[in-house]
């Protein structure tokens, strides 16, 4: 869902952002939302409408607060019904954290167990060199 839906300006040079950038680095979006509307106000971030990052269409941009962007950004993350391997997020496999995103267990468990594997042997080397100094 979008509000505007058609009729973006795509800058060809992107950043590994996605973002369009001029030939001095500057963001293109906001380069032509302040020539167009003005400076963005002090505190207040410019959020694409038509989600499209490469576009500096300046009537599809808002500025918003940073809040604001980032509950535009969750409502697409909360509404996401597997994990990036795949993964269904159903109540079993889901667990929400302290910032509000959903983290699959699935994943947290072979993440965790990669991590174990890794250190299993700095684990071990730990524990025997405690024991050592307790003997
Ligand atoms: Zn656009
Ligand atoms: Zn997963």
Known sequence: MTAVDKDC?????????GYGRDSRGRLMHR????SAAGSVPVGLELDH?????????????EAVTH????????????????CPE???YDEVNTYVDT??????RT???????????ANRDL???RKRARRMAMA
């Open 86 to 88: 795949g993964h269904p």
């Open 9 to 17: 300006m795509v800058w060809p040079e992107v950043d590994d952002d």
């Open 67 to 82: 809040r604001e962007n980032m509950r535009r950004v969750d409502w697409s993350f909360r509404n996401k019904t597997h």
């Open 123 to 125: 684990i071990n080397e």
């Open 49 to 61: 409408l038509c989600r499209n990052r490469a576009c500096y269409e300046p009537t599809h941009l």
């Open 31 to 34: 380069v032509a939302y302040e």
């Open 107 to 117: 994943c947290q468990r072979v993440a965790s167990l990669a991590h174990y594997r």
């Open 99 to 104: 910032r509000g995103f959903k983290v699959c």
